[in-house]
């Protein structure tokens, strides 16, 4: 592992996330409060939902800082699945050929958060990645057999953070929800 990678990981952690934690105990007391009116507690709870986002992303990112370069796509999300003592199956397709580093990079930030959010919204018991040569490039296809997503979801935190990554390889997330799971699909340039 990179020196440099393990070290942002360590600042995060002892940093921005020690000091997120002590945020969100410090609202929790203010929510146990007796004497916190109950307008006031519906704000709190907002608060305290997006501070545990926030928190989830930084935990997110110092666990992919912390994972080698080098590993696989499948050996990268097992790991996420072990973090989460998930049992979710794990299926992935992926034909060989060439992607960039940068691109490769992507594919594992975008499929680690899609995964975490199957396991933690979906009730998902199958997962299935899909990376497939095109023509222009690749085509991705990431899939679960979870309950759905409300369209109305789309704008979370993790949901954005796909798009910008899609957007960032030239790519637009497109998705499609029914009650027997979600389907997520992009194209990878070359």
Same mark, same amino acid.
């Given at each position: 592992? &990179?020196? *440099?990678?393990?070290?942002?990981? &360590?600042?995060?952690?002892?940093?921005?996330?020690?000091?997120? #934690?002590?945020?969100?105990?410090?609202?929790? /007391?203010?929510?146990?409060?007796?004497?916190?009116?109950?307008?006031?507690r519906?704000?709190?709870?907002?608060?305290? +939902?997006?501070?545990? !986002?926030?928190? *989830?992303?930084?935990?997110?990112?110092? +666990?992919?800082?912390?994972?080698?370069?080098?590993?696989s /796509?499948?050996?990268?999300?097992?790991? #996420?699945?072990?973090?989460?003592?998930?049992?979710?199956?794990?299926?992935?397709? &992926?034909?060989?050929?060439? /992607?960039?580093?940068?691109?490769?990079?992507? /594919?594992?930030?975008?499929? !680690?958060?899609?995964?975490?959010?199957?396991?933690?919204?979906?009730?998902?018991? #199958?997962?299935?990645?899909s990376?497939?040569?095109?023509?222009?490039?690749?085509?991705?296809?990431?899939?679960?057999?979870?309950?759905?997503?409300?369209?109305?979801?789309?704008?979370? +935190?993790?949901?954005?953070?796909?798009?910008?990554?899609c =957007?960032?390889?030239?790519?637009?997330?497109?998705?499609?929800?029914?009650? &027997?799971?979600?389907?997520?699909? +992009?194209?990878?340039? =070359?």
């Amino acid at each position: 592992m &990179q020196p *440099e990678r393990i070290k942002i990981a &360590q600042e995060l952690h002892d940093g921005i996330a020690q000091d997120l #934690v002590a945020l969100s105990y410090s609202l929790d /007391l203010l929510l146990a409060a007796p004497d916190t009116p109950p307008e006031t507690r519906i704000e709190i709870r907002k608060i305290l +939902f997006k501070v545990s !986002t926030i928190i *989830e992303s930084v935990r997110s990112e110092i +666990f992919n800082l912390r994972i080698p370069k080098s590993i696989s /796509l499948e050996d990268s999300l097992l790991s #996420v699945l072990h973090e989460m003592n998930s049992s979710v199956e794990l299926r992935i397709i &992926q034909e060989d050929y060439e /992607l960039s580093t940068y691109n490769r990079e992507e /594919l594992l930030a975008i499929s !680690t958060e899609l995964v975490r959010n199957s396991i933690k919204h979906s009730g998902a018991s #199958v997962i299935e990645i899909s990376i497939k040569k095109s023509e222009n490039g690749g085509k991705y296809t990431y899939s679960d057999n979870g309950k759905g997503m409300d369209p109305l979801a789309t704008s979370g +935190f993790g949901i954005r953070g796909i798009q910008e990554r899609c =957007s960032s390889i030239g790519s637009e997330l497109i998705m499609s929800s029914t009650s &027997q799971g979600i389907n997520y699909v +992009f194209d990878i340039s =070359s």
